[in-house]
């Protein structure tokens, strides 16, 4: 079975190059001045005037966050067998067969897979917020883009959580399944 999620790596490599295409655009529909820190209710607090440096930086800051992690799903998580792993109960579960810590893995996988997903959509969504708001705080665009961008934080902060218990509970299954779970 193959240990990289596969779907969620793909996709985030196709995403990375639309980001990118995106940010082209937009910074050449950009007025001269631009709005670079907001609220927590979308309100923009500090602006810029047109500079590449300023956006270059934010779209720099955000491929480099991404590309840490879609490495690390890519060549790190995907030996169910390294001590660089941190899963619940790990000295525990590094004495499971490798065929029992393969579904483990491939989940670990995909979690770090969409989180990586969700990066790239809340950056996405940072510059069409400063693109939207450079031009107009008011309407029906700035208000989906602000509550699109509060409910996508609400979700990466819940997901994993929820990603994980679902995950802590594989693994102790299995553990007991072989006997390896102490004090259960």
């Known amino acids: 079975m193959e240990l990289v999620h596969r779907p969620t790596f793909r996709l985030n490599t196709v995403l990375a190059v639309v980001f990118v295409a995106l940010a082209i655009v937009l910074w050449q529909f950009m007025p001269e001045r631009y709005p670079v820190h907001f609220t927590l209710d979308g309100e923009p607090t500090r602006w810029s005037d047109r500079n590449p440096g300023t956006w270059i930086l934010v779209v720099a800051l955000c491929l480099i966050s991404f590309g840490q992690g879609h490495l690390f ?11 660089l792993l941190n899963v619940p109960h790990k000295k525990q579960f590094q004495k499971l067969s490798r065929e029992r810590k393969v579904r483990v893995i491939r989940r670990t996988n995909r979690l770090l897979g969409l989180a990586n997903t ?29 509550r699109g961008f509060q409910l996508l934080i609400v979700g990466v902060v819940v997901y994993p959580v929820v990603e994980y218990v679902l995950m802590r509970r594989m693994i102790e299954d299995k553990l007991r399944d072989e006997g390896l779970l102490p004090g259960h």
């Open 73 to 83: 799903q890519r060549f790190l998580i995907n030996d169910p067998d390294s001590s």
């Open 118 to 146: 969700s990066l790239l959509l809340i950056c996405s969504l940072v510059l069409l917020m400063m693109f939207a708001a450079a031009h107009s705080t008011e309407g029906l665009l700035w208000t989906l883009l602000n």
